[in-house]
C-alpha cells in the first residue's frame, strides 16, 4: 500500500544501497519522494539516484550533494543510516576500532547533516532523522559503536533545539535487533543467535527493515510535524526487559 505523504520532497539516504537504509529508501520512493542514495556500494533500484560515496568524507558529501541538487533539487529530508563498527570491550579495542566505528557512525551523520543544512535553512524547511541504537541506551556491547550511537542521540538533540527555529525538526529512531545481511557472519558462526535474541523482546519477534521504514516514513513527512528531538523506540519493547544482550552480542556464555 502506497500513497503520497512525501509527495514532492526530495530525500537523501545515507547508507540506503542495501538492508535497513534500501527498505527507507523504496518507502519514500513510493510515497511520492524523489530519492537519493549515498552509500559506499553501488545501488541500482528502479527509481533512487544511487550514487557512491564515501559519507564520512566531506569532499566526496559535496561532490554528492551537487549531483542531487543538480538532478532532484536539495534535500528536505535526511536520513543518516550508515555506520561502522568494529571490536567489542573497551581494554581490546585498537585504535583503528574506535576511529572505524565513529566514523562510519557519528562523523558521517555530522558531515551528511552540515553539508545539508544551508539548503534546509534556506528554504526555512526540512526533516532529519538519524537511525540509532539501544545500543546507546543500554549495554549490549560493542562498546566503540555503542558510543558513536550514543553520540548520535546528542546530535539529534542539538540539531533540534538549535534549528526549530528554522523550521527544521531533527528526531532520532532507537533500534532494537534488526534481522538484515549485517548478523549473516554472527548467524554463521552461532546459528542460534535469533532464537537466544527472543526473549529480550515482549512482541515476540525480532525487527525487520519494513518496521524501520515506517517509522523513518512518520518522522520524515508532515504528520510528525510538532515532534522534534525525539527518541522514538523502535525495539519491540527491548527496553522493558532488564539484563543485557553483550554476551549474546559477544558471543560468551559466562553471563
Request: hydrophobic share 50%; aromatic share 6%.
Amino acid at each position: 500500500m502506497t500513497g503520497q505523504r512525501l509527495h514532492k520532497k526530495v530525500a537523501l539516504v545515507t547508507g540506503g544501497a542495501s538492508g535497513i537504509g534500501l527498505e527507507i529508501a523504496r518507502r519514500f520512493r513510493d510515497e511520492g519522494a524523489a530519492v537519493a542514495v549515498l552509500d559506499l556500494g553501488a545501488c541500482a533500484e528502479p527509481g533512487l539516484l544511487g550514487i557512491v560515496a564515501d559519507v564520512a568524507d566531506p569532499a566526496a558529501v559535496e561532490e554528492a550533494l551537487m549531483q542531487v541538487q543538480a538532478e532532484l533539487g536539495p534535500p528536505e529530508v535526511l536520513v543518516n543510516n550508515a555506520w561502522g563498527g568494529a571490536g567489542e570491550a573497551t581494554e581490546a579495542l585498537t585504535d583503528d576500532d574506535w576511529a572505524l566505528s565513529f566514523r562510519g557512525t557519528l562523523t558521517s551523520a555530522f558531515v551528511s547533516t552540515r553539508a545539508v543544512l544551508p539548503g534546509m535553512i534556506a528554504a526555512g524547511r526540512g526533516a532529519i532523522v538519524n537511525i540509532a541504537s539501544v545500543n546507546a541506551v543500554r549495554f549490549c556491547g560493542h562498546d566503540a559503536y555503542s558510543a558513536a550511537k550514543a553520540g548520535l542521540l546528542s546530535l539529534t538533540r542539538s540539531l533540534a533545539a538549535r534549528h526549530g527555529r528554522n523550521g527544521i525538526r531533527a528526531n532520532a529512531i532507537v533500534l532494537g535487533s534488526v534481522v538484515t545481511s549485517a548478523w549473516d557472519e554472527r548467524a554463521r558462526l552461532r546459528p542460534q543467535v535469533f532464537d537466544e535474541l527472543l526473549p529480550f523482546y515482549p512482541i515476540g519477534r525480532l525487527g525487520r527493515p519494513d518496521d524501520v521504514a515506517s517509522a523513518a516514513l512518520f518522522l520524515a513527512s508532515d504528520e510528525a510535524g510538532w515532534i522534534t528531538g525525539a527518541e522514538l523506540a523502535v525495539d519491540g519493547g527491548f527496553k522493558l526487559i532488564n539484563g543485557s544482550l553483550a554476551a549474546i552480542a559477544e558471543g560468551r556464555q559466562d553471563d
